[in-house]
């Protein structure tokens, strides 16, 4: 649409009027007064209340004034009796329209977007995954958001990549990671040819029943998606039974994200250090830097034999590479001063998007996205579930790959104690270890002294992050194998810990220390205050993550450096494709 068309003359288009404003940290239609005399007013878009207005085709269109909208420190204008439009056309006048970070949710990066909300909530598809995940994430925890990306060939241009009836399958997954404090965030590909087990997965039908569908086992991990009638729950399922992290919400797009997401944000720049022209993905390159776009944006994440040893396991870093160049122009300054690709990339990421009930709005998007968008991309960090051929296949024709359990679990390890994978806390950690080995040396001077008898322990059991009913198999072991007739279950703690660890008094000492050599808690367990408890006051154990079960020892402490032969990149860095 061009000037004239919008109402403006000169060719000035009213979404490049847009300007941050510092104090508001939101984005201002400002006209000067000149411009407002010379230029016809733009019109407000005019929309039923039931229908929500739609942008055009060619550009985004910018929200008109809306009833009641005051410019900063101006009066409103008048009404006239017949219900015309306000009075104050020649004044300036300021549209705040709040400003989100949807497009970042699709790759992990971070870009505002503007969020006319009946529009957007209508471009968004979502989906009842009958119980799979937490159902919505918690401000102060770690979230864990699955990224789906399906090859289904639905839209405009995609049944020509072949096997266009295909229901779709697990083709790209990620799961992305946000550290508790969000400082850092870790996005783990799960390679689509791995052979794992697909658990038992029920599914809401269009009808509003529940189907049971048969888990499966030793199969490739695409398949969790789209076979036998599987959703994206069934996904999220295997990816909790593959890695012991429970997933809150999960994402899905198909080929048309790629290509909407990289033509809105202008292009997506990627570097090849070599000549390419891929038969099969129809990619065609020379060798150095490119912009890349829709088709041909699509082409470079789905080409598998122009990089590397041709397989998925090299495709996965391309994508990697792709979407942090993505994150990197999205927080560009010229797409962040831009409200015009601010328009087009909540557009291309609303329609691009499937997305569970708890997530099924743009309010509940724009606060997932607040919790993300002050994370720096030096601290985002791309890496992939570290595998090995599949040692069931003959030696010249390996397809699938299984789980290298010796770097997969330190890994998995990391992300589940919410440990991060770049140095965003490496002072902070230093400082924290200077501190915990004081503690850990007064903590071992407490184990030295007398224990309580096993009747005279006080204690209350609270779970707090330890498997499901720890707290109440505790107590029991704690009554009947030991003797410990005080101790009482109170259930789930109000929050989670990190590790288990036993809070007690200082004239607790003797009874913490019975305690202590009961469960073979070791001394970084043992949390003392600073003031005497009253008489018959319990001390406080709760159960972490570590906790396996009462008289066998708590797992190993988290690791905090990641093994070197696992796969990282991060996203704040350019690496070309080879």
């Avoid at 085709?57 to 006239?80: A, I, K, Q």
């Amino acid at each position: 649409m061009d000037a004239q068309s919008r109402g403006r003359a000169d060719e000035i288009d009213p979404a490049d009027q847009w300007v941050l404003n510092p104090r508001t940290g939101h984005y201002e239609l400002q006209l000067n007064d000149s411009a407002a005399r010379e230029r016809p007013k733009v019109a407000a878009p005019r929309r039923s209340s039931s229908a929500p207005a739609a942008p055009t085709t060619t550009s985004p269109g910018v929200p008109g004034p809306r009833r009641g909208d005051t410019p900063p420190g101006g009066r409103r204008g008048s009404r006239s009796r017949k219900g015309g439009g306000g009075g104050g056309g020649r004044r300036k006048k300021a549209l705040l329209i709040t400003s989100g970070t949807l497009a970042l949710l699709l790759v992990g990066g971070a870009a505002a977007a503007y969020l006319y909300y009946d529009h957007l909530n209508g471009n968004l598809s979502v989906t009842d995954i009958a119980g799979a995940g937490t159902g919505g994430f918690k401000k102060d925890q770690a979230i864990n958001i699955l990224v789906i990306g399906t090859d289904k060939r639905s839209g405009a241009g995609n049944e020509g990549y072949g096997d266009k009836d295909s229901v779709g399958h697990a083709d790209t997954t990620i799961l992305f990671h946000i550290a508790k404090d969000r400082s850092n965030a870790t996005a783990l590909s799960i390679p689509r040819d791995l052979i794992t087990n697909i658990p038992d997965c029920p599914t809401k039908q269009p009808d509003g029943t529940t189907k049971q569908i048969r888990g499966a086992k030793g199969v490739r991990f695409n398949t969790s998606l789209g076979q036998e009638g599987r959703d994206a729950g069934c996904t999220m399922r295997t990816v909790k039974d593959l890695t012991g992290i429970e997933v809150d919400n999960f994402m899905m797009v198909d080929f048309n994200a790629v290509k909407t997401l990289s033509t809105a944000v202008g292009g997506v720049p990627v570097c090849l250090e070599k000549d390419v022209d891929d038969e099969d993905s129809k990619l065609k390159l020379s060798k150095g830097e490119h912009k890349l776009e829709g088709e041909q944006a699509l082409a470079f994440v789905r080409t598998r034999h122009a990089f590397g040893n041709e397989s998925d396991l090299d495709r996965i870093k391309t994508q990697q590479q792709f979407l942090g160049s993505m994150m990197r122009e999205m927080k560009s300054k010229e797409t962040l001063t831009s409200p015009k690709k601010f328009f087009s990339l909540a557009e291309a990421a609303t329609k691009s998007l499937t997305v569970d009930q708890g997530l099924g709005s743009i309010d509940k998007l724009t606060d997932l996205a607040g919790e993300l968008k002050d994370i720096d991309l030096k601290n985002i960090t791309f890496t992939t579930m570290p595998v090995l051929d599949n040692p069931a296949e003959p030696a010249n024709r390996k397809a699938t790959v299984v789980v290298n359990q010796g770097l997969a679990e330190p890994l998995l390890q990391m992300i589940r104690g919410d440990v991060s994978l770049t140095e965003v806390e490496k002072k902070e950690q230093a400082a924290k270890e200077a501190a915990d080995a004081d503690a850990k040396a007064k903590q071992d001077a407490l184990l030295q002294g007398n224990r309580a008898p096993a009747g005279d322990v006080r204690v209350s059991v609270y779970n707090g992050g330890g498997p499901k009913g720890a707290a109440s198999t505790t107590l029991q072991w704690l009554q009947n194998s030991k003797g410990m007739s005080k101790a009482s279950n109170q259930g789930n703690a109000p929050a989670k810990v990190d590790a288990t660890q036993l809070e007690f008094a200082p004239n607790q000492a003797d009874q913490a220390r019975a305690l202590a050599d009961a469960l073979g808690l070791p001394a970084t367990a043992l949390k003392m205050g600073t003031t005497d408890a009253a008489a018959k006051t319990p001390m406080k154990l709760t159960l972490g993550p570590d906790f396996q079960k009462a008289g066998s020892p708590l797992a190993p402490p988290v690791p905090q450096e990641l093994p070197k032969d696992v796969q990282q990149a991060q996203a704040d860095k350019a690496i070309c494709a080879k």
